[in-house]
């Protein structure tokens, strides 16, 4: 690439062609916005649901609600989406919106610099140099697997993987296998790849609350039903959202969540009928401290003859034995770590950076936290999606996307009509705002309930969930107040790319 030739210089730049990112694709077309482009690593959209292709890969949401408000699918055939589903939903929407000619596919993003002289982000990919007024962040917290760092990982001497990275061509069949780790990506594949292990040794810390999962098929005559009555399907919608709001409640009282409790040792008693193996699988903290799970099999597939529930965490790997905290020690063929992702210190935060050079990631220091979870103080013209402090724990991550793509929507017309150059949330107002936050969170079953969780971050801050009911996210998060940024009103002038993105361009 020559020197100082972008290989696109346009308006709005979006990382990642997920969720999130189609849906502000769609949100700002339908707005009037047209100059804009989707950069993906990969080579179709989907985000976590394209990577993340394990056995029994399902929401843990209803479908209804797991679906964008202006997208309704009347199609779902299961109560509780299952991954190729879903997958297929966010193709399918991308397509029928228009999206997919305003993707750059195979496009890694390596950095991101805003420039406060051309108040313009300059973006380096393996694919050249990008320029835009506004970037937008959407990469999402869930498809970087987070991999323990385990003494001896290196030279275990059979096979391992991470559950969002599985490999398929591998026959797990009559294998002594070792689960590492109990979160929701575990509970739905541990019941898939039970029945054909030789063994299966599950090592968990902590025995997670786990519910029964009201989950069906949906039979031929209910989708006729929504496709002919849209109506209905907005009903059922609203029904769904309406009953999990009441979770919300108990997480914001915790004794509350005793009742619900109640259920999950019910649901346990009648899975596993050994005392012993009970006790190594009832909880020890409120329900709802750890993300609340659903499985009507998890708790059967451990008590299967081939399964042994080791209630320990892993502290090393010698050769082809697996060690416990406690000592234990059991010899494997294959580990297959159910260990999460980096949601507390997103990957996209570290290739992000204010003008200074100053990245994200280190400013954060592994505590993320951002004004409505959507804007950063000193990173102007940014908007940072399914940010921090924005997880609800028991609602859709849809819901979150869609009120933070009213705020994107709305600035970004507010920038036109005014046409404002740049716009950076006041740190004042960011501190006030995640003051009041942290504060709320203090009584919350997230911060209260007795558990340590991928909530918490590695300075033991709550940088992930929302202390209050969904409905105020959606009222809160989505309104934009110009009093809360500092405008640029200069006009934008034609600035010299910095040497170090010039370099790399033209190396490029």
Not at 248 to 259: I, L, N, V
Request: with cysteine; charged share 20%; aromatic share 10%.
């Amino acid at each position: 690439m020559e020197m100082n030739v972008p290989a696109w210089s346009g308006h709005i730049l979006i990382i990642g062609a997920g969720c999130s990112g189609i849906g502000a694709a769609i949100k700002l077309r339908k707005a009037g916005f047209s100059d804009f482009l989707l950069l993906e690593k990969a080579k179709t959209v989907g985000g976590t649901w394209r990577e993340n292709t394990y056995p029994g890969c399902a929401c843990d949401v209803p479908s209804a609600i797991y679906s964008f408000s202006f997208a309704p699918n009347a199609e779902w055939t299961q109560a509780f989406a299952q991954q190729p589903e879903i997958q297929r939903y966010l193709e399918k929407t991308a397509t029928d919106f228009g999206v997919l000619p305003f993707v750059r596919f195979e496009t890694v993003v390596v950095k991101a610099q805003w420039n406060a002289k051309a108040s313009r982000w300059y973006v380096e990919t393996n694919r050249g140099l990008f320029v835009a007024k506004v970037l937008v962040a959407a990469a999402g917290p869930l498809h970087e697997p987070k991999i323990p760092e385990l003494p001896g990982l290196d030279g275990f001497r059979g096979k391992t993987f991470h559950s969002a990275q599985w490999d398929h061509d591998y026959d797990l069949t009559g294998k002594s296998v070792a689960v590492i780790g109990t979160g929701s990506s575990a509970i739905q594949f541990v019941p898939k790849i039970q029945p054909k292990l030789g063994k299966l040794h599950l090592f968990q810390r902590t025995a997670p609350w786990v519910l029964p999962k009201p989950d069906h098929y949906v039979p031929e005559i209910e989708r006729s039903l929504f496709r002919n009555f849209p109506w209905a399907q907005r009903a059922l919608r609203a029904a769904e959202f309406e009953a999990l709001e009441l979770f919300s409640y108990g997480f914001r009282h915790p004794r509350a969540m005793r009742h619900v409790e109640r259920i999950g040792r019910w649901h346990l008693r009648r899975s596993v009928k050994s005392r012993e193996l009970r006790e190594k699988l009832t909880p020890h903290f409120t329900l709802g401290c750890k993300r609340v799970l659903l499985s009507n099999t998890y708790y059967r597939a451990l008590a299967q003859p081939n399964a042994e529930v080791h209630h320990t965490g892993v502290t090393r790997i010698e050769e082809n034995r697996v060690i416990g905290a406690d000592g234990l020690a059991r010899e494997v063929d294959t580990i297959i770590f159910g260990t999460g992702f980096n949601v507390t210190d997103p990957p996209i935060a570290q290739r992000i950076h204010r003008d200074d050079g100053t990245s994200l990631g280190s400013l954060w220091k592994g505590s993320p936290e951002a004004y409505n979870g959507t804007v950063v103080s000193g990173f102007p013209n940014l908007f940072f999606l399914l940010g921090p402090n924005l997880g609800t724990g028991h609602s859709s991550a849809m819901t979150i996307i869609e009120a933070q793509l009213d705020l994107l929507v709305r600035t970004m017309v507010e920038m036109r009509r005014e046409k404002w150059s740049s716009l950076d949330v006041r740190g004042d107002a960011q501190a006030k705002y995640n003051a009041e936050v942290q504060q709320a969170l203090q009584t919350t079953v997230y911060n209260a309930g007795g558990c340590s969780s991928y909530y918490l971050d590695k300075n033991g801050r709550n940088s992930t969930t929302w202390p209050w009911s969904t409905r105020v996210l959606h009222d809160r998060v989505r309104v934009f107040d110009a009093r809360n940024f500092l405008i640029g009103r200069a006009p934008v002038a034609n600035a010299t790319i910095r040497s170090s993105t010039t370099e790399a361009a033209a190396a490029s």
